[in-house]
């Protein structure tokens, strides 16, 4: 529930950040803090172990996947589209996870998981295409959506692949080793933006967000996560991500004003019924065998 109310409140969070500041500097910002807490949660719980060298490889690419490729479509994918869109469309992750799972360790997927991932992409077309007839949206938010599907795709892919290391290694040395990898490239690129930012300018509200969405959605977040990823697998973890987009919707409308047209809001109830769908699939034998372990 805890990791429910702060990743659904980071997307207006950020949201309303990026109008001071830019998205990659935004980033730049908020990522030293992130590890900043991560490093202080190993020190807690004692030295971090060494990694493998056969597993360096790994790590590498989970951090260009998770920690960069996800960031930059996130964060430029929210900037712009709709908060309460990035949610939904972000809360598609279970049916990327599932689907990437299956093909990774050849599982056989039940027959409502295929209902539940046509239903859900269903629900996308009708929430983006809903939202840009009823509201007059310009194709910078179409751009932004896309964005935030490949958003979604990334984070499954990241997801599923850290679980094996996970197991191997445990929750905070991968969730370290990966956020750190990505932010020193996350850092690297968007140090121009920084530097061109007059930091004096923005407001204890933009510091804030830096501070919330650096310390908890990153770091705080991110262990939560990945201790729940150890505990009950890949899949079934990401289906508890459900609430987020409701959570996003709710103080996106009150927050921000954005306000849902009916075909949006329709196409919100078919990708969460999707998902609902491909939950259940997976808590079956067939689907079961998915997430059951990660280490095959």
């Not at 609902?276 to 998915?290: C, E, K, P, Q």
Request: charged fraction near 10%; glycine fraction near 12%.
């Amino acid at each position: 529930m805890v990791l429910t109310l702060i990743w659904g409140s980071n997307f207006i969070v950020v949201k309303w950040a990026l109008d001071e500041v830019t998205p990659l500097a935004f980033n730049a910002l908020r990522f030293p803090v992130g590890c900043l807490v991560l490093w202080m949660a190993a020190r807690w719980l004692g030295p971090l172990p060494r990694p493998r060298l056969r597993d360096l490889p790994a790590l590498a690419a989970l951090a260009l996947l998770g920690n960069v490729v996800y960031q930059i479509f996130f964060i430029y994918g929210l900037d712009w589209t709709r908060a309460g869109n990035a949610a939904l469309l972000l809360s598609t992750i279970p049916v990327w996870a599932l689907l990437l799972a299956a093909l990774v360790r050849e599982g056989t997927l039940h027959r409502s998981v295929w209902m539940g991932v046509a239903l859900t992409l269903v629900g996308m077309v009708v929430m983006v295409g809903g939202g840009t007839q009823a509201l007059g949206i310009e194709g910078t938010s179409l751009r932004g959506d896309l964005l935030m599907v490949l958003a979604a795709m990334s984070w499954a892919g990241y997801t599923v692949g850290a679980r094996p290391l996970v197991l191997r290694y445990g929750t905070v040395p991968v969730t370290a080793w990966t956020l750190w990898g990505g932010s020193v490239v996350l850092v690297a690129v968007g140090l121009p933006d920084v530097m061109a930012t007059d930091l004096r300018a923005l407001s204890l509200g933009a510091w804030g967000a830096v501070l919330f969405a650096g310390a908890f959605a990153l770091g705080v977040a991110y262990l939560i996560w990945y201790r729940a990823v150890r505990r009950m697998g890949s899949a079934r973890t990401a289906a508890f991500s459900n609430l987020i987009p409701v959570v996003a919707l709710l103080l996106a409308w009150v927050v921000l004003g954005e306000a849902l047209a009916w075909l949006q809001l329709l196409g919100a109830g078919i990708i969460l019924a999707g998902i609902v769908l491909v939950r259940w699939g997976a808590t079956g034998v067939a689907g079961f065998a998915i997430w059951r372990t990660g280490r095959d």
